[in-house]
């Protein structure tokens, strides 16, 4: 017999990442028992100076330049976690955002992925036979077994299956006539691995594309050249509501389905509503998962898994939908890439899902959409000088006429009046004409609750929160105050100024949708008004279910915040009235007009979606100022090219790029000391071209007991401040209980 000498494994070696320095690779060797296990992106553990700390997997290799190497101690994800693509692009993120690889990998990986949420088993039901034979039988029996026929009704209703629980809870029965039910071969009761996704339950029309509009088609036609040609190129789809923005975007995902490839549409958050998804799955039928933050964590997972394992090729969702794991991802689309919830603010990384998609787009050679009504000054500077694909959509694929716009000067209004007045005379008009015609009114506030202050007549102080550095709001609903940043609430309200002890009662001021509904009662006892704001939609289906109200003409008027500002599609809707449209004006950011700007332009399009023109009153105690004019006017290229100007002026984006650097302790001497101490570590570091702002107490000075203060950097470029960051926090060290936020390409530099 021959000796067989056993092959010799060739030795693996890994590069790994920690998760503290993400520029720094390690050498280790792979034990001969994990070799078959590593690959690239895993979570590996491996000592560090005596040490055993996490890190990924950056490169599998055959040699290492370095003789002697420790061995990883253990890889700590069996599955391969990430794609190589959002491998690629975790590193970026850590980088460009200044964050450790840990956190990011915490978005990327929903915690039910990463903690392993058991799939739910549960008992299904479905009919055993036709729905013919069913309902004769039910008529059968109806009068001997009533509890079976309540059963039987049920069945007859529901589209493939349900719940075994979910049909007790309709029938109010017990288990047992389901059970002869389906003795007798009328029914099914089994195991089923079930979809906890939201939507299976329901039933929808199949729509068909749309022959396109010229413009429509030019823009389609630019985006299937680049899909063609699997070319990373980034389209910005410019187009009021209406012009037919969502068409191409179903045209394109067709597209790319047909090509093998699969597609992530981002959505913000609030427009996720089922009018939004509905359209999805009119088209798109079984391929769709749908992602928002109400999911629980195991219905995350099981969209989570039907993505990875390719069921769904077709992603949904708001903000962190953008690190879908899509196999063969090939088009990205950011619907109002402008809107502000795509940034995640509170915490690290503080990354832009918009910003984050066009490079995923770049590292996949995928095609990426943003569309928009508005788009941010950022993509459209991007288009006009090339980076950018630019289609813009001129006309409303509706044919729906452009609404006309009345600005309507409050301070006349309030001398009219002789008091202060939320209505405008034309706006009461204009709403009592719509009731009388069956058409329905969109008031649009930006403040929730009944009144925003209570003050002391006597020293003019607010009554502030507790913890937070903000005047407390009430609401009459729960006649008590509340504050909008930590939730506190006082009640009663006090009666007595803490501050001054004056005799008098402390006077509310301000208003806020929850009296605006009661004022217009008063004016019109008759009217019917559905409220939607974050105080009437804390639970779950509630927003969806006045939307639907709504939509079925339950009421007269809708009045609401920015919550119904967006993406919402009510034909019957032919007013539109901003009630305080200047509000966000006061603040000091370079980004106010811009937000004012859109804002505008997005309630607008709520109005005349059907056949008959709308019409939008837009209330303002500044009616001579160029942002409101220029928005009532509707004239977004030449707001455009005015606020360019002033940006480039004083060098604010997109001719510089920004960081904020946000710290906050319990005590504040603490929290100014740090960030004084950190700013002096920068300015040592960067060059003369980079500027750093004083440090300052943030917009709310205080949340929820701590302290806030943060300053500016800003420059040519984010690589140097992100470096000098990175060494600058080597150099001082952060004492306990001092948080540091660091905040790339800032939404708000005040707040
Ligand atoms: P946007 O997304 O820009 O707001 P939509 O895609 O929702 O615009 O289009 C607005 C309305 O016009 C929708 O009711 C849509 O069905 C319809 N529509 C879009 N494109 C066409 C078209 N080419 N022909 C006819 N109707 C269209
Ligand atoms: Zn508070």
Known sequence: MEHLERPTQPLKFVSVILDVSIDKLLDYSVPEELADKVKRGMRVEVPVRGHLR???????????????????????????????????????????????????????????????VQPKQQLFVMRAKTRDELAEHCTTIRTKHPAQAVVLDEMLQVKKGILLTELLEKTGGTRSPVDTLAKQGFLVVDIVRIDRSPLVNEEYFKTKPKPLNEGQAEALAKICNSLDHNIFETHLLFGVTGSGKTEVYLQAIDKALKQGKGAIMLVPEISLTAQTIERFRSRFEGQIAVLHHRLSPGER??????????????????????????????????????????????????????????????????TVILGSATPSLESFHNATKAKYILSPLRIRADSAAIPSFTIVNMKQEYERAKTYTSFSEALLKGIKKRVESGEQTILFLNRRGYHTTLLCKGCGTAVKCHHCDTALTFHLGENALSCHLCGFTLSPPPRICQKCKAPDPLKFKGVGTEQIEKALHAVFPEIRTLRVDADTTRHKGSHQKLLRDFGTGKADVLIGTQMIAKGLHFPQVTLVGVLNSDASLNIPDFRA???????????AGRAGRGKIQGEVIVQTLLPDNPTIQLAAAQE???????????????????????????????????????????????????????????????GHAKVKDRFRYQFLVRGPSIAPINRAIEVGREEVPQPHDVRLLIDVNPLSTYF
Request: proline share 5%.
């Open 54 to 116: 996490p890190g990924y997997i950056f490169e599998v290799k055959s040699s290492s330049t370095f003789p002697r190497l420790h061995p990883i101690s253990q890889v700590l994800s069996d599955e391969e976690h990430v794609t190589d693509d959002l491998f690629d692009l975790s590193l970026w993120m850590a980088k460009y955002y200044c964050a450790p690889l840990r956190l990011v990998f915490k978005i990327i990986l929903p915690a039910s992925v990463r903690r392993l």
């Open 301 to 366: 997972l099981d969209e989570w898994d039907r993505i990875r394992r390719g069921d769904a090729k077709i992603v949904i969702g708001a903000r962190s939908a953008v690190f879908s794991p899509v196999q063969n991802l090939g088009l990205l689309i950011v619907d109002e890439e402008h809107e502000s919830s795509y940034k995640q603010t509170d915490e690290a990384p503080c990354y832009h899902a918009r910003d984050v998609a066009v490079m995923r787009g770049k590292l996949s050679a995928a």
């Open 593 to 603: 007009s811009e937000t004012v700007f859109q804002l505008i332009t997005q309630v």
């Open 636 to 698: 977004y290229e030449k707001f455009f090219a005015e606020e360019l100007n002033s940006r480039e002026m004083f060098r604010y984006p997109p001719f510089s790029q920004m960081v904020k650097l946000a710290v906050s302790a319990t005590d504040a001497r603490k929290a100014l000391e740090y960030a004084s101490r950190l700013r002096r570590a920068l300015q040592q570091q960067l060059a003369d071209a980079f500027e750093l702002h004083p440090v300052v107490p943030a």
